[in-house]
């Protein structure tokens, strides 16, 4: 009845699992929500009566010229008319997966990489092909090794405080990857919705800017710096790619809302912004910290992690390998959430036992109360799994 692709929407145990989240009572690490207090305000008092009216496919012109202008402030130097709006950066996803994937089509991701895009990739069919991410960002010998041998449709990257994983690419690693796609000419969906998330000052210049002729797409997002309920995001793309986008989006939703967009410039142009942000980094800020030192406190013997310098992410590595799911069925038991690192690969990693903590609902003395109950369930289960070996040793004596 439906379509193949349908087949491979799956629903998954851990989804699940986290419904349980919704709970008053839990104390949450799993989502990546932005804080509902550190938003601005929603005021609507001066919309235009105009806006009643459908609006064009590309987006609101006002909004389109300040993000180009912001654009090439940071590097990427592109033009108003390259700035297509979408319905939060998750559009933008939808729409490059539409324009680039058949069955069987090969996309280069980071492992760990973010779990909606992976979704999004597999529905059309995508053959995911993995770059292990480290510290400062892929390799880009890998990287060019992997396209020699597959030439993928694109490479997708979040090089700014990425989900899961909290990197943030080493200016060698931009510029080594931004070399590798520019002599090899394969596409880059770059995505970026954390980059204004800064709580220590590192290089952050869009890969997309240093491509010369080489194809990109440049994702950003509105939605964790302003109203993420208004859905508004953009994809700035080279020439050769713009064009379809749009066609692409006239099939899917003919415009974004016309309400979020002219919220949105306003928003940009008010001349609270850039102290906006300040406040935000310094709440963010706050809660990092207090994960930071939970994290050494509770879980310092048990497991290893890179403070992350943005975004809303620490990601965990435990010492001894769990069954992520077991790990984290234990954790709820005891009303603490975290997101097994499993789910953010294409393809199931050989060690199980990572996690993302996210740190941006929790006030600091929840963030140290979860802590300390997920650093007694890892310990719990560890003694169990290692009381569970030595037993038969135990029974035959
Ligand atoms: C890496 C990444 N890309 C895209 C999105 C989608 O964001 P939005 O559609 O709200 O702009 C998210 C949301 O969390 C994300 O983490």
Redesign the pocket.
């Known amino acids: 009845m439906f379509s193949v692709r349908i087949e491979r929407l799956t629903s998954s145990l851990i989804r699940e699992l986290l419904a349980l989240t919704q709970q008053p009572d839990v104390i949450s690490f799993a989502g990546?929500l932005p804080a509902r207090e550190a938003m601005p305000p929603l005021d609507l008092r001066e919309l235009p009566a105009s806006l009643s009216q459908y609006g064009t496919t590309d987006g609101e012109p006002e909004l389109r010229e300040t993000i180009a202008r912001q654009l090439t402030g940071i590097g990427l130097r592109v033009p108003p008319e390259r700035v297509l709006i979408t319905?939060?950066?998750?559009?933008?996803?939808d729409l490059v997966t539409k324009l680039f994937i058949d069955p069987d089509t090969p996309v280069a991701v980071e492992a760990p990489s973010?779990l909606?895009?992976l979704q999004a990739f597999r529905f059309f069919g995508a053959r995911m092909l993995e770059l292990p991410l480290t510290p400062q960002g892929i390799d880009p010998q890998q990287l060019r090794e992997l396209i020699r041998r597959e030439r993928p449709a694109f490479v997708y990257l979040?090089p700014t405080f990425?989900?899961p994983s909290g990197v943030c690419y080493a200016e060698s690693h931009r510029a080594g990857v931004a070399e590798v796609l520019r002599e090899t000419g394969v596409a880059l969906l770059e995505?970026e919705?954390?980059r204004e998330l800064m709580y220590e000052a590192v290089d952050r210049t869009p890969l997309s800017g240093r491509l010369g002729g080489a194809p990109w797409m440049y994702?950003g997002?509105?939605?964790?710096t302003g109203i993420?309920g208004l859905?508004i995001?953009f994809i700035a793309a080279s020439d050769d790619i713009h064009p379809h986008l749009v066609r692409i989006k006239q099939c899917t939703d003919l415009h974004t809302n016309r309400i979020g967009q002219w919220w949105c410039n306003r928003f940009l142009l008010d001349g609270d912004y850039l102290a906006h942000l300040d406040r935000l980094r310094a709440f963010y800020r706050e809660k990092r910290d207090a994960m930071q030192a939970g994290l050494e406190r509770h879980l310092g013997e048990l497991a290893t992690w890179s403070q992350p310098h943005g975004g809303l992410f620490f990601w965990v590595r435990l010492r001894q390998e769990v069954d992520e799911r077991a790990l984290l069925e234990r954790a709820l038991a005891r009303k603490v959430a975290f997101m097994p690192g499993g789910a953010f690969y294409a393809h199931p990693p050989a060690f199980q036992g990572q996690m993302r903590l996210n740190f941006s609902l929790s006030t600091p003395e929840q963030i140290d109360r979860g802590l300390r109950m997920l650093g007694e369930v890892i310990r719990a289960y560890h003694a169990e799994a290692e009381a569970r070996r030595s037993w038969p040793v135990a029974h035959v004596r």
């Open positions: 990546g319905s939060g950066s998750q559009q933008g996803l973010y909606a895009a979040i990425q989900n995505d919705p954390y994702m997002s509105f939605s964790k993420p859905r995001g």
